[in-house]
């Protein structure tokens, strides 16, 4: 007489029928399915016999349903990673997923795509674009203000100081001169055409003048000395006396050489005098 070879569950004979062994023992594929099979954690249906499964860390999948949660791509000997809510995901995804998202237009950058970073924030290069113009600005140059990008063109237009006299933007560098500003290039001495930035000049009817241009061209000639009253150094001080001038410390009786600057004086025959050499005449 054979020995019986039955279901472990149900106890029906499983000979001459199609039968899975599951931990050493033998059961019908009714019972398997019911009892001993493990569940898709995806579809949440059991993972028949005549079924191909596929497991990961205590998971299980059916290998239908073992495909990229984005994608639908099926990971069936293709690399993978299981992330939240046990769902799986291809590279591809996860490198998207996990990317820098672009300020522009929020997509992902992904690895080899051409990017612009500004301060922790990073746009696709043709995202970067002017806030005036919409022109691409790129791996150009640009100008911040606040939340908005300019390009070099837009914010000398909109933002930077124009100068007093060629009325162009000022972009760099430049100077002030009574609360307006210039373009160094432009702030020059009206003869000799030297740029004055830090350097002395006097102002004459809005022209300017270099030190040695206005001694030349400019300044008054001492009726004492003959040389020019610039303002300059030693006598800043001016006398004026009847369309002439003089050095205030050239400006003295022609008779003692006193000095007569802020003090009375005469003038006999042409002649400065102090009050007391006329009487003397």
Same mark, same amino acid.
């Given at each position: 007489m054979s020995e019986r070879f039955d279901c472990y569950y149900c106890r029906d004979s499983l000979q001459g029928k199609k039968y899975v062994q599951k931990e050493g023992r033998h059961c019908c594929v009714k019972c398997f399915e019911k009892i001993c099979a493990?569940?898709?954690?995806?579809?949440?249906? $059991?993972?028949?016999?005549?079924?191909? @499964?596929?497991?990961?860390? +205590?998971?299980?999948? =059916?290998?239908?349903?073992?495909?990229?949660?984005?994608?639908?791509?099926?990971?069936?000997?293709? $690399?993978f990673m299981l992330r939240e809510n046990n769902k799986v995901w291809c590279s591809n995804c996860t490198a998207t997923e996990d990317a820098p998202r672009c300020k522009g237009c929020f997509k992902p950058i992904i690895a080899g795509d051409q990017n612009v970073e500004y301060k922790k924030m990073v746009w696709h290069k043709d995202c970067f674009t002017c806030s005036q113009c919409k022109q691409v600005i790129g791996s150009g140059s640009f100008f911040p203000k606040g939340d908005e990008f300019y390009c070099v063109s837009c914010h000398e237009h909109?933002?930077?100081?124009?100068?007093?006299?060629?009325? +162009? $933007?000022?972009?760099?560098?430049?100077?002030?001169?009574? @609360?307006?500003?210039? =373009?160094?290039?432009?702030?020059?001495?009206? +003869?000799?055409?030297?740029?004055?930035?830090?350097?002395r000049f006097t102002a004459v009817e809005d022209q300017f003048y270099c030190v040695d241009c206005y001694?030349?061209?400019?300044?008054?000639?001492?009726?004492?000395?003959?040389? $020019?009253?610039?303002?300059?150094?030693?006598?800043?001080?001016?006398?004026?006396? @009847?369309? @002439?001038?003089? =050095?205030?410390?050239?400006?003295?009786c022609t008779?003692?050489?006193?000095?007569?600057?802020?003090?009375?004086?005469?003038? =006999? +025959?042409?002649?400065?005098?102090?009050?007391?050499?006329?009487?003397?005449l």
């Open positions: 493990n569940t898709c954690i995806e579809c949440k249906k $059991p993972i028949g016999a005549d079924s191909k @499964e596929l497991h990961f860390k +205590n998971r299980y999948w =059916h290998d239908s349903c073992f495909r990229c949660v984005k994608c639908y791509t099926s990971l069936v000997n293709e $690399p909109k933002f930077a100081k124009t100068c007093a006299k060629c009325k +162009n $933007p000022i972009t760099s560098g430049g100077l002030t001169y009574q @609360e307006q500003p210039w =373009h160094s290039e432009c702030f020059i001495c009206s +003869n000799c055409k030297r740029q004055l930035g830090g350097k001694k030349e061209c400019v300044a008054k000639k001492c009726a004492g000395c003959k040389n $020019p009253i610039t303002g300059f150094g030693r006598g800043t001080s001016v006398v004026n006396y @009847e369309d @002439e001038s003089w =050095h205030d410390y050239c400006f003295k008779k003692c050489a006193r000095g007569l600057a802020n003090k009375r004086f005469v003038c =006999h +025959n042409g002649k400065i005098y102090c009050a007391e050499c006329p009487k003397r």
